[in-house]
């Protein structure tokens, strides 16, 4: 049995980052579906993003915003590392960047050969 | 040696051997006419003919290489006198054979027989270049182990210089390469079969017995010329095998019985023997003469 | 100096300002754009300009008002500011030359390429890593929507699949970033190498997604396939971006990491880099689509970069200059083929032939495929050369063989692609307008290569050993090249003769050295005169064959073993493109190419291996090499492929037979000589006497016998006149290898002897029988016949020829039979020497038939009316003649201080020769040129004179006054003997010359072309299979690792 007292939510936040990942990549690997591809790529996307602020956080500390919470002189005991979470801020926008360009593709493709399935790109080879 | 003085031994010479040669043509053609149970031609036919195609008056020719042709062939000829030490020991009959060896010799025979392929080349007859292809294909079969047995033979002597050939067979007739070399003699031997052009290797003469051919498209005194070459040309190369294989000669006598019996061995195996054609002569040339001549040079090896 | 962040920010503003602009007002965006690129394009310059005028080191760049690890920095130094000036300068051209397919476009797509070169200008710069990932995300973006510029068919799926792949890696950076952070606790990468960290096993597995990721982003082979669908489907104008612009930065990264990783991600890389290398190039074989072939090449060459930068350690201070002349190479060279497939717009091999229509871009063609495989004097031959010469220090002989190997099969594909261009079926189409937004770019990349090549040249350790002299000069004459063809043959002519008058007292002392210095300046002037009788420009035809004798004399000349590689490859480049331009010559020069490339490598591994462990690069390293069997055997293989021993010869009938007129005589009577020269070199690097034991030279002799009796009598079975030629010069180079390999005094005398003689008979019959071709038009001699009559002077020439040849006396041939009988039996071989006497008598042959078929027998109706060879053709071959007269008449002019100077060598002290005035003799025989060219003279001229005498009244008949068969011929067609004319031969032993070498040869060829054929299709065009493959080459790198 899980011992679910000793589970804390950075290991969580990383398994379940790790579970996504890898499902992610499976679902770009085996599904046929563009469409479905690129769903498959923001999970991959979404599960890098959980495994970095897992990376930055520490137990019993606040969210890096300085406010009248945080005491300025003393703020870098009191919150979480705050790089990472200023990384996955970054992250975001450009997986956002790049699932609109996915997309867009897609259009572009179903366009062209009015199919979605990508065993129907085929033609460029060897 | 005054200049003048060797100039006018080596035109005896010359005249001593074109005179010997003409009579064993003679003598040849006597002989196969008895075995053939004929009663042949005069011993002095030769003198006849060559006098007759000298004193021809009308005369045809193809341009200038059919002229040259000729002249190139007596060249050929009267070149290999001129190098060949005809009588061993002696400063006058050497002739000018200081100026190159054996080897010299060996590749100066492919002077006349170039020139007289070319000048009946220009005649523009077919049977002629048919001949010549015939013949140069064969020629190379015949040389190969008529190399080998000069190989042998430089081996053996440590020579190329015919003058030491010669010389290091003086003494006894066991010292003759004959004896001491039998495998090199035999393999030469076999060549000079060839290089007469008589049966079996004759087939090369056959478009001659045609109404045309090399020989007989030149006429008048371009036969004239071409017949004082092979008289001279038989005579020279039975004298190279005589220096080479004989023990040379001491004396004119010597020479003449000794090239007398080299030059009819080819004349007696042609009378037994049926030709080859060309592509049957290759291969044989090709095989067991070949062999001796390797076999000639292994025992040296050894 | 101007700080890069504001190049950045210009870059940046730019993109937001010209994407404001509408289409009405393209043209300024236009302009803005090319102003935005411009401004760091200077930047860049400026800085390099000061890190070449001053040794300062690196300068550092902080942003934010902070330090590192709080603030991204950036770094800037002489790399840093190279690689942005050749990105940056990149971008600018791209805009010129998209300036098109941009206008159709609007604003959107400047700005996306503004963005590209600024994420590529901060990949190069930055020192952090989290930043280095997101311009890299950047740029990938920017470059996907460039990509959508493709109107060729499949851009879209292509660029889908290369998104998703992109995608999957870069979730492989970010993960590997993410826990280099975690256990690092810090981005910056002078950080992290400062700090020195412990490489835990958590960590190990941080910097292998890090490194993987990186590595991926290169497309190593064979996890490559989402690349090449790419290059293939993308405008040439955005392929040229991805392999110049986002390899360049992405190599850039790789080297800024590789630092942090342990020791052994410089093995990874090495492997990675060669393996990508060696099978990119192999794949490439059977490609058949321009774009697609140009992207497996690009992998390669990404791949041999890669390696490198694995090899930084071993390289140690050369590592720049290596990495250099190499990067520039294949940034050069590619961008400049990609922008030229632009312009001929279709994309099979053979399309390229339409280059024909602008010569200028063929010869740039030409130089960037040269660069390519690494030609002199462009800047990869200096790059290949070092790293080579440096792993062999390190003694990375594997390694070697395999960067060889690559280069082979790339030469194997770039050369059939420039034989298409060169001699391809001409397109039927229009020919492509050509607009100077293409022509700038492609003609200042090539400029750049040759200035590159300079730089490369100067910045090599003992590349200012090499004489650049010559190289000038050739550039001179393709400045020149728009002269009429006698001016440019005049100066061609004069400088040959200023170069061996300035050469000769350097070389005055040097016998052998001059001899072969006279056959190749000498040989050279002779053949040139017969061009004068071309009309015309002969565009292209001079500079390549100064080149060619360039590289000969070059040889000559050398002192260390760069020289005379350079020397070497500049002659194989030269003699390729003189051999190509005949007309049908595209196959032959391709073969030529192939076995030239093919030996070069292995003289260059020999060459490597003899410099393992030994200081410096003289040619006497040779003798002292730690690896005498290999180095001997591999540069004895590479110098046969260029003397055509047999097994290596295949290569030149052809291209000897089908050159022009006065192409063939250069390249069989000069040519070959080099290869002659180098087994002399290395043949006295092995220690002259002493190595009579060896026994390579044993095999050499037998194969030179051999090579002597086939070449030979294949010649003899020939109906094309040049071909017999060809043959012969077979037979004959057996002669000179099978002299050169007795290693003895008179030995080497006869093959100088045979070279020499060769030399002036090869060339003088090249030269008739081409001055005949040109006239009949044909060179099958069966359909000749005759000709005497209309060329006396040609017959005369082809006499004095084939005597000479045949070695008959009184010409100097004779002297090279004589020496070779003393030299056979003092050395012993006689079997050897009876075959090569053999092939001797079996030369007769193709003499007689030469001159018969093709000036005797029957005239044709068809050539009644030819004329005498040009006399242009004439003047050299009488010089010929007089020389072939000189030497028969007195050859101890030159053999007497050549003998002396191999005796007084320590190479050959015993000398067997002795000289007394003009007769030589050995304790063998005796041989008097002199005198029995006066007996044969003066009995030649009486027996003459006698027959005149005797037959002054000959009458001159006609050509069909003979009998023939009963009747008077009436047609010289049924009458003329030469076709098949010694079939009695053929039938007794024509099984000799059966073509079982060429096919075997060719069974190799289509073995390898299939083998690449079916490998190449694990690229399936899938885009999934593409991931798995990216998947497995991630999981089994790892599980090689740990």
């Not at chain 2, 037994?272 to 002569?281: C, G, H």
């Not at chain 3, 190419?593 to 490597?608: C, K, P, Q, V």
């Not at chain 3, 000897?656 to 020269?677: T, Y």
Request: charged letters at 10%; a positive charge; proline letters at 4%.
């Amino acid at each position: 049995m899980i011992n679910f007292n000793s589970l804390n939510i950075e290991t969580v936040s990383m398994g379940i980052g790790v579970i996504l990942f890898v499902l992610g990549v499976w679902g770009i690997v085996s599904q046929k579906n563009i469409i479905k591809i690129i769903i498959s790529f923001t999970i991959v996307d979404t599960s890098i993003h959980l495994i970095l602020v897992s990376i930055g956080y520490i137990r019993g500390k606040s969210a890096p915003i300085i406010d009248a919470a945080i005491n300025k002189e003393n703020a870098a005991n009191e919150v979480v590392d705050p790089l990472p979470q200023a990384l996955v801020l970054t992250a975001i926008v450009i997986g956002l960047g790049i699932t609109a360009l996915m997309l867009s593709y897609a259009l572009r493709m179903y366009k062209e050969n009015k199919s979605l399935d990508i065993n129907k790109f085929k033609a460029l080879k060897w | 040696m005054d200049i003048v003085k060797k100039i006018g031994f080596v035109l005896l010479g010359l005249f001593i051997v074109l005179n010997w040669g003409l009579l064993m043509a003679g003598i040849m053609r006597k002989i196969i006419a008895r075995v053939s149970m004929r009663r042949g031609i005069k011993i002095f036919q030769p003198y006849i003919n060559l006098i007759k195609n000298y004193s021809i008056r009308s005369q045809l020719t193809h341009g200038i290489m059919f002229y040259l042709g000729p002249v190139f062939r007596l060249s050929g000829g009267v070149g290999i006198f001129l190098f060949m030490p005809m009588i061993y020991g002696s400063d006058i009959w050497n002739n000018f054979s200081f100026t190159g060896d054996l080897i010299l010799i060996a590749y100066f025979m492919f002077f006349g027989m170039l020139g007289m392929a070319l000048g009946a080349g220009e005649g523009g007859h077919p049977y002629s270049a048919i001949g010549i292809s015939r013949g140069l294909a064969q020629f190379t079969a015949i040389e190969l182990p008529l190399t080998l047995a000069i190989l042998s033979i430089a081996i053996q002597y440590q020579s190329l210089s015919i003058t030491e050939i010669v010389a290091a067979q003086q003494g006894s007739i066991l010292n003759w390469t004959l004896f001491t070399n039998p495998l090199a003699t035999g393999a030469a031997m076999i060549s000079f079969l060839g290089a007469m052009g008589h049966s079996p290797f004759n087939v090369v003469m056959a478009p001659q017995e045609n109404p045309v051919g090399p020989p007989t498209e030149y006429h008048g005194t371009f036969l004239g010329v071409l017949q004082t070459n092979r008289a001279i040309l038989h005579v020279v190369e039975a004298v190279l095998y005589m220096n080479l294989f004989f023990g040379g000669a001491n004396n004119w006598i010597e020479l003449i019985v000794k090239t007398f019996f080299i030059y009819f061995w080819s004349v007696f195996v042609g009378m037994v023997f049926p030709r080859f054609r060309v592509d049957q002569s290759i291969p044989w040339l090709l095989k067991l003469p070949v062999l001796i001549g390797v076999a000639a040079i292994i025992v040296f090896i050894v | 100096m101007v700080s890069p962040i504001s190049s950045i920010a210009v870059l940046l503003g730019s993109a937001f300002l010209v994407g404001l602009f509408k289409k009405t007002s393209y043209s300024f965006a236009q302009m803005l754009s090319l102003l935005a690129i411009a401004f760091p394009l200077f930047v860049s310059a400026q800085w390099l300009i000061h890190f070449i005028g001053t040794s300062d080191g690196a300068v550092m760049l902080y942003t934010a008002g902070a330090k590192p690890p709080f603030s991204v920095s950036l770094q800037i130094g002489m790399a840093e500011a190279f690689l942005t000036l050749a990105v940056n300068l990149l971008g600018l051209l791209s805009i010129i030359y998209l300036m098109k397919p941009f206008k159709e476009l609007g604003v959107k797509a400047l700005a996306l390429l503004l963005i590209l070169v600024m994420g590529l200008n901060v990949i190069i710069l930055s020192r952090d890593i989290f930043n280095i990932f997101v311009f890299l995300e950047i740029a990938s973006i920017a470059l996907v929507g460039l990509i959508l510029l493709g109107k060729r068919k499949h851009t879209y799926s292509a660029g889908f699949k290369y998104l998703i792949a992109v995608a999957i890696i870069s979730s492989f950076l970010l993960v590997g970033i993410a826990f280099v952070y975690y256990f690092g606790s810090t981005l910056n990468i002078d950080d992290f190498v400062a700090q020195n960290l412990i490489v835990t096993k958590g960590l190990s597995t941080a910097l292998f997604l890090l490194f993987i990721a990186v590595l991926l982003e290169l497309k190593p082979f064979p996890a490559n396939g989402w690349a090449l669908d790419l290059y293939e489907a993308a405008h040439p104008g955005v392929g040229a971006l991805i392999s110049g612009g986002t390899a360049t930065a992405s190599l850039y990264v790789l080297y800024k990491i590789l630092p942090m990783g342990a020791d052994y991600w410089s093995d990874v890389l090495i492997w990675v880099g060669l393996i990508s290398f060696l099978g990119s190039n192999i794949l490439g074989i059977s490609q058949k689509n321009a774009n697609r072939l140009l992207g497996y090449s690009s992998i390669g060459q990404i791949g041999l970069l890669v390696a490198v930068i694995g090899f930084s350690d071993q390289l140690g201070s050369h590592f720049e200059a290596i990495f250099f002349s190499l990067f520039i190479s294949h940034f050069l060279a590619k961008v400049g083929l990609f922008w030229l497939s632009g312009w001929v717009g279709k994309t099979e091999l053979t399309a390229w032939s339409i280059l024909r229509t602008k010569p200028w871009l063929l010869l740039v063609f030409g130089i960037f495929l040269f660069t390519l495989i690494g030609f002199p004097p462009f800047p990869s031959f200096f790059g290949k050369w070092q790293l080579i010469v440096d792993l062999a220090s390190e003694h990375g002989f594997n390694w070697i063989v395999i960067i060889l190997a690559g280069s082979l099969f790339e030469g194997i594909y770039l050369f059939r692609w420039l034989g298409y261009a060169i001699k391809g079926e001409k397109s039927t189409e229009n020919k492509p307008l050509l607009d100077w937004q293409t022509a700038l770019p492609i003609g200042l990349f090539a400029l750049l290569i040759i200035g590159a090549g300079y730089v490369s040249n100067q910045w090599m350790p003992n590349g200012q050993s090499i004489n650049l002299i010559p190289v000038f000069f050739i550039l001179a004459l393709f400045v020149l090249d728009f002269l009429p063809a006698w001016i440019k043959n005049t100066i061609s002519i004069a400088g040959l003769v200023v170069y061996g008058y300035l050469l000769y007292p350097e070389l005055s002392d040097d016998t052998l050295r001059l001899v072969f210095a006279v056959i190749f300046l000498g040989g050279g002037i002779l053949t040139l005169i017969a061009g004068y009788s071309v009309k015309g420009k002969r565009a292209g035809f001079f500079p390549f064959a100064l080149m060619m004798f360039a590289g000969l004399i070059g040889l000559v000349e050398a002192d260390n073993l760069l020289q005379f590689f350079f020397a070497w490859e500049l002659m194989t480049l030269g003699s390729y493109v003189l051999i190509i331009r005949g007309k049908r010559s595209m196959l032959h020069a391709y073969n030529y190419m192939l076995f030239s490339l093919g030996g070069a490598y292995l003289i260059f591994m020999g060459m490597a291996m003899a410099t393992a462990g030994q200081s410096g690069i003289s040619l006497e390293i040779l003798r002292t090499t730690a690896f005498p069997g290999w180095t001997y055997a591999l540069m004895a293989i590479g110098f046969l492929t260029k003397t055509a021993a047999l097994g290596f010869h295949i290569w030149l009938p052809g291209a000897h037979a089908e050159a022009e007129s006065d192409v063939s005589p250069m390249v069989s009577g000069i040519l070959l000589k080099g290869g002659v020269f180098g087994l002399i070199v290395l043949f006295l690097a092995m220690g002259g006497e002493q190595a009579q034991a060896n026994p390579l030279v044993y095999v050499l002799g037998w194969l030179g016998a051999i090579t002597a009796l086939i070449g030979n009598l294949i010649a003899v079975f020939q109906e094309d006149a040049k071909k017999l030629l060809a043959y012969s010069s077979i037979g004959n180079l057996g002669y000179v290898l099978f002299a050169l390999a007795f290693m003895s005094n008179i030995g080497w005398m006869t093959a100088i002897t045979y070279s020499l003689n060769h030399f002036l008979f090869k060339t003088l019959l090249f030269l008739a029988i081409g001055g005949v071709v040109l006239r009949v038009k044909t060179h099958n001699m069966h359909e000749m016949g005759g000709l005497i009559k209309q060329m006396p002077l040609s017959f005369i020439a082809v006499l004095i020829g084939i005597i000479t040849l045949a070695g008959i006396p009184p010409l100097s041939g004779y002297a090279g039979k004589w020496l070779f009988y003393n030299a056979v039996i003092a050395q012993g071989w006689y079997f050897q020497g009876a075959i090569v006497f053999f092939a001797g008598t079996i030369a007769f042959l193709y003499c007689f038939k030469l001159i018969y078929a093709v000036f005797l027998g029957q005239p044709k109706d068809k050539f009644r009316q030819v004329k005498e060879a040009p006399v242009w053709y004439i003047i050299p071959q009488i010089i010929l003649i007089i020389g072939i007269m000189v030497f028969s008449a007195r050859p101890d002019l030159i053999l007497k201080p050549v003998g002396e100077l191999l005796s007084g060598s320590a190479y050959f002290p015993t000398d067997p020769l002795n000289w007394e005035s003009v007769t030589a003799s050995t304790n063998l025989g005796y041989w008097s040129g002199y005198k029995i060219m006066l007996v044969i003279g003066v009995m030649f001229m009486v027996l003459l004179g006698w027959l005149l005498l005797m037959s002054r009244k000959a009458q001159k008949i006609k050509q069909f006054d003979i009998v023939y068969a009963g009747e008077t011929p009436f047609t010289p067609g049924t009458t003329h003997f030469s076709h098949n004319m010694f079939a009695p031969l053929y039938r007794a032993i024509g099984f000799l010359t059966l073509p079982m070498i060429t096919q075997s040869w060719n069974r190799v060829n289509s073995t390898v072309h299939d083998f690449a054929d079916s490998a190449r299709k694990i690229y399936s065009g899938n885009g999934q299979s593409y991931l798995v493959q990216i998947l497995a080459y991630v999981v089994i790198v790892y599980l090689i690792l740990f």
